[in-house]
């Protein structure tokens, strides 16, 4: 996804507006390269919260597909 994208500018107005909660947790490099890159490509690295918008935009992703999938 591009940063002009409108689904990544309703995520980052959802994000805004949502009510936030730290959670700590360890990954593998590959999955932490990965989440990285994705966080730039998306939302550029300089933004505040970018790490914690992409993993949420991959993990609402991720439930979709298991929603759907029947999983």
Do not use: H
Request: charged fraction near 40%.
């Amino acid at each position: 996804m591009s940063r002009e994208s409108e689904e990544i500018k309703q995520l980052e107005k959802k994000w805004s507006e949502s009510e936030r909660i730290m959670v700590r947790g360890m990954v593998t490099k590959e999955a932490a390269e990965f989440l990285e890159n994705e966080a730039f490509k998306d939302f550029g690295m300089m933004k505040k919260g970018a790490i914690g918008m992409e993993l949420t935009k991959l993990i609402l992703i991720a439930r979709d597909c298991m929603e759907k999938g029947g999983k």
